[in-house]
């Protein structure tokens, strides 16, 4: 890589590299596990920088590269670690603002990978629900039902009455 | 505020673990990753994928096969011949021990007389052995306590955890745990550790700080033993299993992404497990000659027979419901002595399909399987508004 543009990539990582971590974690809620995926995004976007660079939006870029490395099995046996890949149990967290990083990582940890995944890349990447179609290679419509599903099964955990509200209303509109 | 914004806001604000990436080895990485691109370009005279992107599981959600299907059982046959015969696996439920939620099994010895499995409580883990059939809640000697595998002698292995940086493997055998060593050093186990008849128990260590696999290498506590022995096998091999001969199961790994499973005897003499055309391949679980995996891109499981390393690529049952984008049931992650390979929570093998019984409406969830065709897991319901839920462990006789 030039120079110049490698001065780039590390400013962008600079940047971007702790909320990159934070998205690997709430995705796998292993320490260890969400550097080695922010590790191999990370190189693959340097391998491929300068194209990611003239990418519309490269957050969303990167972003799917995170995710494809966090659903990528073959990489290292990260998928029997817990609750895995197996339909989840839906724990049943009965109170909020106990420990909210435990609740919150837990009841994510309990939603299916790719469910959880499309939690992520709306909620934390912010990225559209075109965008997160794109990145996990579905419909927009699994994207908007999933969304719906994974919100549903995260309200024991979100806040209360306007909350469910204003969840209801956001079922309805996501299913539609 | 509303539920979304919410999450937002707590999404972005929730305490996470400090991560031991820094720029400079990022960079090295990238810069070696590109050296060695242009050196296959060169050797290939072709474009080398950066990365295996995999087709997303966008849901792992599966309805009900076709409902039980009559048929003859045949307990402990492979299946062969042109016949098709299908074995339908009666359903029986696992006790949990008073006071636990969300069990769910994690494994079970070839003989299918023990079975070892996980509650949980926040995130951690709480054990539980079955012993025929009869649930007991092991002791809780750290914050989080977690089975991984048991031998046809009820000794089992597991991880403890005590907080970051603290995480160790353990044996469990007439009702003492033994915490069991890495080498000398700062190293993190992974992934889980695995043991067989003669209790030999193999796991992979790699230096504290690495990621993907840098610098990492298998080793072996001994039965008895609680200081581990680093096993001489090629660089980037890392193990998922030993079976009762001491034949060592794992892949090689290059750049965190696995290249090939592999069978390796103990002094570290290698069968490499054949890839199908097209394909990479990794290795996870043995049993006598068979050893199960998967393969990608395909996404399917492999069964392996580790003697002349021959391959069969399983299909998926029919009737069977992958996630919308998963093109097979994904990787095998246990085997039995006739080479039934439990993979996406089905049994299947190389012919007649097996079907385990499940109530309307619901799903059986295979995590395991014994010799004789004893299969151990969970049943998943569905909620009312389209959620999942487990509803408990169970087994299945086939």
């Known amino acids: ?176 | 505020m509303s539920q979304e914004q919410e999450l937002r806001d707590r999404m972005d604000t929730l305490d996470v673990p400090p991560s031991r990436l820094d720029m400079e080895s990022l960079l090295r990485d990238g810069r070696k990753r590109v050296t060695r691109r242009r050196t296959l370009r060169t050797v290939a005279g072709a474009v080398v994928a950066v990365a295996a992107m995999l087709v997303v599981p966008a849901v792992v959600v599966k309805q009900r096969a076709a409902g039980p299907v009559p048929g003859t059982v045949v307990p402990g046959r492979p299946s062969v011949g042109p016949t098709h015969t299908t074995t339908t696996c009666a359903i029986r439920t696992l006790p949990v021990p008073a006071g636990l939620k969300d069990v769910g099994v994690t494994a079970i010895d070839p003989t299918g007389r023990y079975i070892v499995g996980n509650g949980s409580v926040g995130q951690n883990f709480r054990p539980v052995l079955w012993t025929d059939g009869k649930a007991r809640a092991l002791p809780v000697i750290a914050k989080s306590v977690q089975l991984t595998g048991v031998n046809s002698a009820g000794v089992v292995v597991g991880l403890a955890e005590d907080g970051p940086q603290t995480e160790y493997a353990f044996r469990y055998q007439n009702g003492v745990y033994t915490q069991l060593k890495p080498p000398a050093g700062d190293w993190h186990i992974y992934p889980e550790p695995s043991i067989n008849a003669a209790g030999d128990i193999v796991i992979n260590v790699e230096p504290d700080g690495n990621t993907g696999g840098k610098d990492s290498f298998a080793i072996i506590w001994k039965n008895g033993a609680t200081t581990a022995t680093k096993l001489p096998l090629p660089a980037g091999a890392n193990l998922n299993d030993i079976t009762d001969d001491g034949t060592l199961i794992g892949s090689i790994y290059r750049n965190g992404a696995a290249q090939a499973g592999y069978a390796w005897t103990q002094p570290g003499k290698g069968r490499k497990l054949t890839v199908p055309p097209g394909q990479e391949a990794a290795a996870y679980a043995g049993r006598g000659d068979w050893a199960t995996g998967g393969v990608w891109p395909d996404e399917k499981p492999a069964l392996w027979n580790t003697r002349t390393g021959k391959v069969v690529v399983l299909d998926t049952p029919k009737g069977a419901v992958t996630a919308p984008a998963l093109k097979g049931l994904g990787p095998g992650e246990a085997v039995n002595a006739q080479g039934w390979v439990v993979a996406g929570g089905y049994v299947v093998r190389d012919g007649d399909p097996v079907v385990l019984a499940a109530p309307e409406g619901q799903q059986a969830m295979a995590t395991a399987i014994a010799d004789n065709g004893l299969v151990a897991g969970a049943l998943d319901g569905k909620n009312a508004d389209g959620s999942y839920r487990t509803i408990g462990p169970r087994t299945w006789q086939c």
Request: one cysteine or more; a positive charge; proline letters at 3%.
């Open chain 1, 1 to 176: 890589m030039r120079p110049d543009h490698e001065r780039e990539y590390v400013e962008y990582v600079r940047v971007r590299l702790p909320r990159l971590h934070r998205a690997a974690y709430l995705l796998c809620a292993d320490a260890h596990q969400a550097d080695d995926i922010v590790q191999a995004t990370l190189t693959s976007l340097y391998v491929d920088w300068r194209r990611a660079a003239a990418a519309d939006n490269i957050d969303a870029y990167v972003h799917r590269i995170l995710v494809r490395r966090f659903l990528d099995e073959k990489r290292r046996r990260w998928s029997k670690v817990l609750l895995g890949d197996a339909l989840p149990d839906r724990p049943t967290v009965d109170t909020h603002g106990v420990d909210d990083r435990d609740t919150l990582v837990t009841a994510l940890r309990a939603l299916p990978k790719g469910q959880r995944a499309v939690i992520v890349l709306r909620f934390l990447g912010d990225l559209s629900v075109e965008a997160t179609a794109e990145a996990l290679g579905c419909s927009t419509g699994n994207v908007k039902s999933q969304s719906a599903r994974g919100l549903s099964a995260l309200r024991g955990v979100l806040g209360g009455a306007a909350g469910v509200a204003a969840l209801r209303s956001a079922d309805a509109r996501e299913v539609a």
